[in-house]
Each structure stands twice: as structure tokens, then as C-alpha cells.
């Protein structure tokens, strides 16, 4: 049968795929997120795993789908739903379309694959998810986007409304930016060099040599019940199937195919003019082939996002600050994000795929460093310095794919307690420069921090209740102190529940006759 076609189809769904991802990470209006992200990230293989340890058979489903496939076809997840193969897949169109390449036939690079294969098992095993985090191939393309292409994009948003601001048109509104953490634009890069550079020398290298997926989905297709074959009967041994071949694994000469190193891009279908190539049933003899011819959160979201940019221009309009304080902040526990129900529950299932990171209308969502440890690196923590959690907002449990941020209720979610606010009184500018500030407490959204005054300074100062405390983090993002905050949140490393605020009643009666005399 002519299966030209299927190269036609993959194209098509791969590029759903694509768009759709990529989408999620260049959305700049944050008003997609919440609402979409479940459909293509549904398929996506690591994450789809760890969220049926850590959530249940149905969140995981795709897993299972994607396990199926494989069995039935081969590696089809690697050319039509991986972002990052597809990505790699466009890089080498347009490396063939400025200059033809052909590939041939390469020795596998089987003791690379299987070594990095069965140490990310083994790691994952034993409790550590670095392998995962640094080799998953669909937070690779995540982190990529997010630290590479879409401060990119914001640029351009920003300096194409700047200019248009100029001609009196306000279509396009400026975006916060509050930058990228080095090592993960570094790392990012690093990871688009080594795949750009390893496409145009050699099509699908990475996937058959480093990514663990890629390995493990290839030891399942060699029992995979269809396999592409070469016909005997029907090959003319023109070697156009060898030359297309972006995995190097069609030996035209012998007619073999390696089976394990095939992405199933159906480029050999396409260029075949003998079908001497196909699909064959794994236990079925081989026959000659005779041709044959014939919304609903859209609004929601958009509202948080201008809520949180808006938020975040008054707290930035800070006092001056003259004297420089001492006291260290010395945080004992990295803040993590909430639904994410513990640091333990987030660093064994997040992949640091950097969704919840492009999707947070804050930015306060940023790649650690090494706050949660190094088999943790590049996994996103609350970054109080460069913004705070919005009180309304649970962007971030609605895109998680992998079940290290569970979605969560938002009147449930305004009660996670993420964290403990503290106060050094030492580095506080009501003390150290006799100032009024209270920007702390003005911000605080559960009135966790007030303001009492203190015959010390005979100033009001700062007093806070950690009970009702949700760790949001917008009093340390407020604070105008320098160089360490007088104010900050230690995190919790389980996530508890904070007592509602109780609601101030007024004591003083009011005279309605004196007050409207009229």
C-alpha cells in the first residue's frame, strides 16, 4: 500500500502540537494558559508519568496513550507530539532548504543512550529527579522558550508599543519584564546550541544519543506490533530512503532497518518510488505489495494579569532609602509554589519544564539556582525579590503537566500558607533612619502585617501575625530596605493552612444626627 500520505498527516499533527505548545510559553496576555493547557500537554511523556504517580491512573493517561502508540507504531511521540523533536525537525528543513543535505547509514550510538538512560532509571529510582529535569525533552523546548525566544518576544512587544505610543495608538500595552536567572538562560542556551548544532550535522543525533526518552520509547518499538520494513521483493536499492533518513538508521544495501533509532518521520514512504518500503505486521510474513493508486477563563485571566502589572508599578514606588542596614536575611526554606502541597512532593515530580514560570502574571515564579539543592537546579521557586503571588491567581496549578503543582480551589488556595513572614526590626528604615514607610503593610493582602505604633521611635511600625501570614510574599517585595529586606517570608517545607483574619469591628458609635445635620 502507497503510504505516502502518512508523512502528510504526521506534518500536520506535529505542528498542532507545536503551535499549541509554544503558545502556552509566548502568550503574553496570560489568558490562554489556564484554560488550554491540558490539551497539549496531555501527551507530553515525563510529565505525563510523574503525574500519575503523584495525582492517579486518569491524570496519567497520556502516558499510557503514548506507551500504545509506541507498541502499535513505533516512536511516532518523537516526530509528532515531542516539542522538541519537531523543533529540531524545523531546524533541519530550513537547514535543507538553504543547502541539501543527505544523510547515510551511522553505527548507533548505543553505549552513549543506554548509559544516560539507565543512569536517569537509577537516580529516578533512588528518590532524585536531576536526570528527568535536565534531559526531559519537552522542558528542554519549555526552557528554551522561556529564557531564550520569549524575553525576545517581549522585547519586541515593548518596543513595538513604545512606538506606536509615540503615534498616539494604544493597541499594544508594555509588558513588566523582570529579566532571566543566568545559569538557566546559560544552560537553555547551551541545550539550543548542542540540538541546533547536532540537527544540521546529523538530523536526529540528540534524540538517539542523549535523550532518555527517546531510548527507553526505542527499547519499547522493538516490540512495536507494526515496524517499518523494506520489502525484498518490491526494493529496487535506490537508497533514496537512506539519504532521507534523519535518524541514519536504513541500511538500503543490506535492507535493514534499525528499528529502536526510527523517530517516524515517514520521509522514506515519501520519496520511495518502487514501495519497496512500508509498514509490515511484526508477525506476519512479508508479501510483495502491488501499488495502488487510488473560553470561559479568557476574561478571568486577562483581569489578573492587569491586576498583578498594576500591583506591581505601587509597590515599586518606593521612599528613599539613604542608610544601608546589616542584618542578613537568612532564609532556612525556599519558598514553593502553591498547590504544590511540600518541597518534597514539588522536587520529586516537577521536570522544571518552566510553563508555571512563562505562565505566572507576576513573574514572581522564577528557575532556582540552587535554593532547592543541586539535583534540583532550574526547578521554579518564589522569587520575592523580583515580584510577589497575586491573591487571586492559581495560573500556575491550572498548567502544570506533571502534578508538582496540583490545581487548586482559589478560595482554597487563598488559604495555603506557602510560607512565614519575619521581621528584623534592625534593618527596618522606621528604625535605622526615623522614616514613616508601612509599605509592608499596605500590601499585605490578609493584614498579616500592620502597622501599631511604637513609643521607641514614636513612629508606626511594622507587627506581624504569622497565623493569618499565606506567604504571598508581597510585603518583601514592598519592602524598600537595602541591601537586605526587613521584612521576608521563610518558607514552609509542608505547605499549611493559615487562619482567616478576623474582621475588625468599629467600636466608636457614630451620631448620625451630628454627622448629617442637615
Known sequence: ???QFLKKIRVIISLIFFISVSVLYFDLSFSIQSWFADYPLFLQFIPSFLKLISVG?????GFFIVLILTILFGRVYCS???PLGIFQDIILFIRRKI????FDLKSPWNKTRYTILTI??????????????LLDPYSNYGRIVNNIFRPTAIGVNNLSASILESLGIYFISPMEFVGVKLFSFIFSLSILILVAWMSVKNGRLFCNSICPVGTFLGLISKFSIFKIGIIESNCIKCGDCETVCKSSCINSADEQIDFSRCVGCFNCFDVCPSIGITYLPRYKKEKAVVPNNSKRDFFKNIGIFLIGSNLIAKAQQKIEVYKLNTVPVIRNT?????GSLSIENFNDNCTACHLCVASCPTQVLQPSF??????????????YKSSYCTFECKICSEVCPSGAIVNQDLEAKKTIQLGKVNFIKENCVVYTQKTDCGACAEHCPTKAVKMELDIEVNKNAPVTNQEICVGCGACEFACPTKPYKAIYVDGNPVHQIAQKPQEEKLEEKVDLKEAFPF
Open 57 to 61: 491512573f486518569l491524570a496519567g493517561l
Open 1 to 3: 500500500m502507497d503510504l
Open 334 to 338: 525556599p519558598v514553593s509554589p502553591p
Open 99 to 102: 543547502k541539501r543535505i543527505n
Open 370 to 383: 540552587l535554593e532547592y539543592g543541586l539535583l534540583q537546579i532550574m526547578q521554579p521557586r518564589m522569587d
Open 120 to 133: 536517569t532509571i537509577l537516580l529516578f529510582l533512588l528518590g532524585i529527579s536531576l536526570g528527568l529535569n
Open 80 to 82: 509528532t507530539i515531542c
